[in-house]
T-cell receptor, first 112, second 115 residues
């Protein structure tokens, strides 16, 4: 069984730039949720993708967007980066969008 | 929406002692509560979870108790070991009416097990 993987591990961008983060779900899982974890805080829900459509969204602006592909992998895109976007971005996969979520190792984004 | 509080924020115990972390939630409709362990530089790892139809669940040295009336649940770690040192997060469903869809996390408890 393959666990959740994310790429890249670390990323440094400057304010105003755009970034794309990638996630491959655990084998057999068809749903991916994205979370933002600021330093010293718990993860905060961004949005979820199920069957290639957004299926729930947290309190994040539209410059945070995503995609899910037929193989259930997913991308998180952030436009017009701000300094406060610096965080660990986590994806979690689950089956049919319910129950237990399994997290990947995260992508550390630093915005300068 | 759901709100989750977690205490204490830091906890130091001697190796072999027990550790208890407590969380409260606000929405009485919440019915699934996972606990995650996060080690430095890694993503959260599910260690135990409990559904609202039971009051307690055990897995070796780890147990979770749930009090639906008081809307709180607790993580109990017995016979602590240095490798238990990590940040622990509790969570509750973001939208309780949508069973376990996504989660609100507590702020975390940094557990240090001293040898």
């Amino acid at each position: 069984e393959t666990g959740v993987t994310q790429s890249p591990t670390h990323l440094i961008k400057t304010r105003g730039q755009q970034v794309t983060l990638r996630c491959s779900s655990q084998s057999g899982h068809n749903t991916v949720s994205w979370y933002q974890q600021a330093l010293g805080q718990g993860p905060q829900f961004i949005f979820q993708y199920y069957r290639e459509e957004e299926n729930g969204r947290g309190n994040f602006p539209p410059r945070f967007s995503g995609l899910q592909f037929p193989n259930y992998s997913s991308e998180l895109n952030v436009n017009a980066l701000e300094l406060d976007d610096s965080a660990l971005y986590l994806c979690a996969s689950s089956l049919n969008g319910v129950g237990t979520q399994y997290f990947g190792p995260g992508t550390r984004l630093t915005v300068l | 929406g759901e709100n989750v509080e977690q205490h204490p924020s830091t906890l130091s115990v001697q190796e072999g002692d027990s550790a208890v972390i407590k969380c409260t939630y606000s929405d009485s409709a919440s019915n699934y509560f996972p606990w995650y362990k996060q080690e430095l530089g890694k993503g959260p790892q599910l260690i135990i979870d409990i559904r609202s139809n039971v009051g307690e669940k055990k897995d070796q040295r780890i147990a979770v108790t749930l009090n639906k009336t008081a809307k709180h649940f607790s993580l109990h770690i017995t016979e602590t070991q240095p490798e238990d040192s990590a940040v622990y997060f509790c969570a509750a469903p973001l939208e309780p009416d949508n069973y376990g869809q996504n989660f609100v996390f507590g702020p975390g408890t940094r557990l240090s097990v001293l040898p």
